[in-house]
């Protein structure tokens, strides 16, 4: 059986779909990680549990 590593996110709002992320599975912990376009969407869906983080 393989392992998931990684699962995609989206997001359904009124016919429009959003590739918000992705799940990371990396050793032993979850992680998750925004895509790029989604950022400069400014869609936050949860700007205190998931912040936009800018390095």
């Known amino acids: 059986m393989e392992r998931i590593s990684n ?3 989206s997001l359904n709002i009124e016919g429009m779909t959003y590739d918000v992320g ?3 599975f990396n050793n032993q912990l979850i992680y998750f990680r925004y895509h790029a376009d989604f ?3 400014g869609l936050n869906l949860s700007p205190i549990r998931l912040p936009f983080l800018f390095c």
Do not use: D, H, Q, Y
């Open 22 to 24: 992705e799940l990371v």
């Open 7 to 9: 699962i995609l996110v």
């Open 39 to 41: 950022i400069k969407s």
